[in-house]
Nanobody, 121 residues
Framework: QVQLVESGGGLVQAGGSLRLSCAAS????????MNWYRQAPGKQRELVAA???????VYANSVKGRFTISRASAKNTVYLQMNSLKPEDTAVYYC???????????????WGQGTQVTVSS
């Protein structure tokens, strides 16, 4: 059983910074990735930042150059450093853990409960 817990959200002025963290616990396979998504009110959940299985990072165009994803594998923890925040970054941010099986052909996704980020103008 896998559990994810996010922290670090809050209220910040435009131009400010926040650092989100997500800690995973439980039975975690060695083949996995940890990623960040967000969902604004009335909108679909979107990918914000992610690691590929090759170890590369990908970012949504709207956050590229402002956000940085990092991971401490030994502690099953992923971080999202958010700089130069804008009001349009306001959303609930979710940590995602993807566990692979069958040689990587299949996977299961696990999600945290989300942490609210609000950016005021």
């Amino acid at each position: 059983q896998v559990q994810l817990v996010e922290s670090g959200g809050g209220l910040v002025q435009a131009g400010g910074s926040l650092r989100l963290s997500c800690a995973a616990s439980g039975s975690i396979s060695s083949i996995n990735t940890m990623n960040w998504y967000r969902q604004a009110p009335g909108k679909q959940r979107e990918l914000v930042a992610a690691f590929t299985r090759a170890g590369n990072t990908v970012y949504a165009n709207s956050v590229k150059g402002r956000f940085t994803i990092s991971r401490a594998s030994a502690k099953n923890t992923v971080y999202l450093q958010m700089n130069s925040l804008k009001p349009e970054d306001t959303a609930v941010y979710y940590c995602n853990l993807r566990l692979y099986r069958s040689g990587g052909a299949f996977w299961n996704d696990y999600w945290g409960q989300g942490t609210q980020v609000t950016v005021s103008s």
